[in-house]
Every structure is written in C-alpha cells, then in structure tokens.
C-alpha cells in the first residue's frame, strides 16, 4: 500500500491540472490584500462545457479512474470527484517554502465532507501506516495534520483550507472573511476588461519581475506588472486569452512587438501544421497598459485540434 505524502500531493496536482469553468463565486470570496496570484477553478460548471466533457471523458478520465482506485485500495474511501465543486488557489508570493507557501480552498458537496472528515477522524493518531494523522487544537473548527507535512482544516458548509503551513491555513479563516478585502478591489486583479460568461480557467498573477522560474523564452513577462490567463467558451467558440498589464503604453508596444516576433518565428520554423494552425490564430493587440494575446477558435475546430494533439 503506497501511504506516502506524496499520494496526497499528487492528487492535488491533478486536481490542478483540471480545468474549470464560470469563476461567479470568486465575487463572494475576500483575499488577503498582499495577495499576488490566485487561480480559480469550478468543476459544477466546467462539467457543463463541451470542452469539460471532451477533457473529461478523453484526457483525464483514465487518470481520474486511477487515482479514485488507489484512493479506494489506499485509504478505503471513494473519491467521488463530481462531488468537488470549487478549488481557489491564492499566494501573497512566488516562493516555495512551507511557511510562504500558497493555500487551496477546496469546497465540495457536504456529504462529500462528511465522509472525509469521519475518515480523518477515525485515523487520527493510527494513521495509515508510516503516514501519521494527528488532530491539533486550533481555533479553526477541525485542524489536522497529514505526516507533519500538510494541513487540512475542515470548514463549515463543505470547505476545506489546505496548505504546507499551519500558521497559514489557521489564519486564511480570517482573512477570508472578515480582514480581507473582495478580490474586486485588489490591485493585482483589477483593470481587466471583462470575458465571457462560460470561464473554462482562470489565473492571474501580480508582479512578474518578483518570479524566479520563468523560463528564458517567456522573459518578456518580467516587463509586465501583472497577467491574466483565460480560456472561455460561448455558444459558438472557444477563446484563450492572455493579458499583460504594463506601466505605460511604450512598454506595451515593446511587449506587443516581441509577442508578434516570437508567434512569427513559430509559424516560419516550425513543420508541424497543428503548430502553425494554431499560431496563425493568435491576435496579438496592445493599447494604453494592457497588451492582449487573443487565440479564438470555433469549437468543433477546438476539439479537432485536441483531438489530433491528443493522440
């Protein structure tokens, strides 16, 4: 039986991997105030998108089944992913340590909790082998550890709070609700414009220059202050859109001048037709401080090009 930390995590990781779709309760959420990335996932309307059903039924299905068997074999409890409503994900930096790590707010449907919380319940202190479950006294309604590793508090009305520092699951109760401010009003996600109803995904993050992984081929970020990433579908297409924020209209020409260069030394070096199909969709436009790369594809066209690259 694999009773590591890492099965956890990695379920975790998947669960990222997962697109999602309609971010409307983000309008309801308050964030810290120094948060600078954030990325929000709704899997109850996800699964309502011909994308979601395509990813779902093509790409993630067999990895899903997988996971929700070991799950099962593992940790005797199965895993009803459509019982997952929402995931938040949000960090006030980039850094990967365990006392700046970021958060997860997972919200599911209360039965769903019920029989995770009474499983956590009924291995605190046996555990599952090696991997140790321990109940600590904090004023969040439930806080538990998994292998000294991960923190999971379970919330009222099927949220759990999940990350790699106690100190930070303990306080985001706070500042979710009471001290944090509505993700409206913060600056690292204002002055967008909007996007369609139907959001497949969505991140966004502050401060580009403060990131240490960004690999060379996407430096030109860095001369952003700040993105959103977005992958919509309306009735008729499927939209992905990015969008840089700049400090002034001269930084946004030079960004718009390199992203067209970079999109049009893919077209001429690349053989691969699905490759340059995509790239000759791709609008590149910028205005005052916001620079826009628009790739917008009818859906039946999407979904051959997924299929194709899938297989």
Request: proline fraction near 4%; glycine fraction near 6%; include cysteine.
């Amino acid at each position: 039986m694999m009773t590591s930390i890492s099965k956890i995590l990695g379920i975790t990781t998947l669960v990222f991997l997962l697109p999602a779709a309609n971010a409307g309760p983000l309008d309801q959420l308050n964030i810290a105030s120094d948060t600078k990335w954030l990325v929000h996932l709704d899997f109850e309307s996800f699964r309502g998108t011909q994308v979601g059903d395509f990813v779902n039924q093509s790409i993630l299905g067999p990895h899903r089944d997988k996971i929700r068997n070991d799950f099962k074999n593992d940790f005797d409890f199965d895993l009803d992913w459509d019982k997952i409503k929402s995931i938040t994900a949000f960090g006030s930096n980039y850094q990967i340590k365990p006392e700046q790590a970021g958060l997860m707010m997972i919200r599911t449907e209360p039965q769903l909790q019920t029989d995770f919380h009474q499983l956590l319940e009924s291995k605190v202190d046996s555990g599952f082998g090696p991997l140790k479950i321990q109940a600590i006294k904090s004023e969040l309604n439930h806080l538990y550890a998994i292998a000294g590793e991960l923190y999971i508090a379970v919330e009222p009305n099927g949220v759990f709070l999940v990350g790699k520092s106690r100190k930070q699951v303990e306080t985001a109760k706070n500042s979710l609700s009471t001290s944090g401010i509505p993700i409206a009003e913060a600056e690292a996600f204002a002055q967008y414009p909007s996007l369609p109803n139907t959001m497949i995904f969505m991140a966004v993050a502050d401060a580009f220059g403060d990131f240490e992984g960004i690999p060379a081929q996407a430096r030109v970020l860095q001369l952003s202050k700040g993105g959103r990433l977005a992958l919509c579908e309306t009735d008729e297409n499927i939209m992905l859109q990015l969008e840089l924020k700049t400090k002034d209209k001269k930084t946004s020409r030079q960004i718009h001048s390199v992203v067209q260069g970079m999109v049009t030394l893919a077209m001429l070096g690349s053989d691969d037709e699905r490759l340059i199909e995509l790239a000759e969709a791709i609008h590149v436009s910028s205005g005052e401080a916001i620079v826009t790369m628009k790739l917008e594809l009818a859906i039946d066209r999407a979904l051959g090009t997924l299929k194709r690259f899938t297989k």
